[in-house]
């Protein structure tokens, strides 16, 4: 079992490089990090690379981010990743929708690198301990 602090996955997209390249250097000591730039990159980047946690613009060109978090969330093969809507969109009405699209937390821009790193680990804890209770459950079903 892979270590729950660190060594995890995470998909960062938003149509911004700057954002991108910062939030690759505050998470790659950690994390594996892949990037996108826009939601329909970032749902072919899913195909294949499976993430703990993903952090999403809100506003991107073609689909926007709740519209690609609630096609992730409706996708099973993807299990208990965890959903981070990173953005400048930060009213009440804007949080709300992003819940209700399946949003697990939401950080508004400009952020604290500290806070996006802390936000990330305990998203991965999570994610970890929601598989290994999904193995577990699995196995326990099989006997």
């Given at each position: 079992m892979r270590s729950i602090?660190?060594?995890?996955k995470i998909l960062a997209v938003d149509d911004s490089r700057s954002i991108l390249t910062l939030i690759r250097a505050v998470l790659e000591k950690y994390y594996t990090v892949r990037t996108a730039s826009s939601g329909e990159e970032a749902l072919e980047i899913l195909r294949?690379?499976?993430p703990d946690v993903i952090l999403f613009d809100v506003?991107?060109?073609g689909i926007d981010g709740y519209t690609v978090c609630r096609r992730i969330k409706s996708k099973?093969?993807?299990?208990?990743?965890?959903?981070?809507?990173?953005?400048?969109e930060t009213g009440l009405k804007e949080r709300l929708k992003g819940y209700e699209a399946g949003v697990d937390d939401y950080?508004?821009?400009?952020?604290?690198?500290?806070?996006?790193?802390?936000?990330v680990r305990v998203f991965s804890r999570l994610k970890a301990l929601e598989d290994e209770l999904f193995e577990l459950n699995h196995s326990l079903n099989d006997q």
């Open positions: 602090a660190t060594n995890g294949d690379y499976k506003n991107m060109p099973n093969e993807l299990g208990f990743v965890k959903i981070v809507m990173v953005s400048s950080m508004g821009k400009p952020f604290e690198k500290e806070e996006l790193l802390a936000k």
